[in-house]
């Protein structure tokens, strides 16, 4: 391994391959026993080991290659970690704006409702491409969680989130042209 690292501070880049090899499954298992999005998982172990190789020159070789990627992983995950954080109480906030301006439109909607808008709300839900559609059912008609629906899909709750976002714009979309 020594002799790997060396060849890479010599300027062979090309043997960083190496490193990514030896030390990837390991990386990639200790960023999957935290966070449930394959695709974060992949993401954040492709930023560990840019970090490593752009610090590359300031790894002590006689100290464990394994730990001190586990450190840049932990690091990367805990940055994910707050922003992921950060944009979730911004979406929540934005999704409490959103209901407070559209709950007298619901409730004038409601009082004068002859029935026909529910059957347009179902039509537009049901044109919805089917990832929107499963979600919008799952949050809306049977009731579940935002982090119920993002563990059963294999997805963050902020993703969820910004489904349900997106699937509400095209419903409001579409009831706007049923009108």
């Known amino acids: 391994m020594k002799e790997l690292l060396q060849n890479v501070l010599d300027g062979d880049t090309d043997a960083f391959r190496g490193v990514v090899v030896a030390f990837g499954p390991a990386v990639r298992a200790y960023l999957a026993g935290r966070l449930p999005d394959p695709h974060t998982v992949d993401d954040l172990a492709q930023e560990t080991f840019i970090a490593a190789y752009e610090s590359l020159e300031r790894f002590d070789p006689s100290t464990d290659m394994g730990l001190w990627l586990r450190g840049i992983a932990r690091n990367k995950l805990n940055m994910h970690l707050r922003r992921t954080y950060r944009r979730g109480n911004a979406l929540e906030r934005l999704k409490l704006q959103v209901l407070h301006g559209l709950l007298p439109a619901l409730r004038h909607a409601t009082a004068t409702d002859d029935g026909s808008t529910i059957e347009r709300l179902r039509e537009c839900v049901a044109k919805l491409p089917e990832q929107l559609r499963r979600?919008?059912?799952?949050?809306?008609?049977?009731?579940?969680k935002v982090q119920d629906i993002a563990e059963r899909l294999g997805k963050s709750a902020t993703a969820v989130?910004?489904?349900?976002?997106?699937?509400?714009?095209d419903v409001q979309l579409c009831m706007e042209k049923a009108e």
């Open 161 to 169: 989130s910004s489904l349900l976002f997106r699937a509400r714009k």
């Open 135 to 144: 979600v919008v059912t799952a949050r809306y008609f049977d009731r579940a």
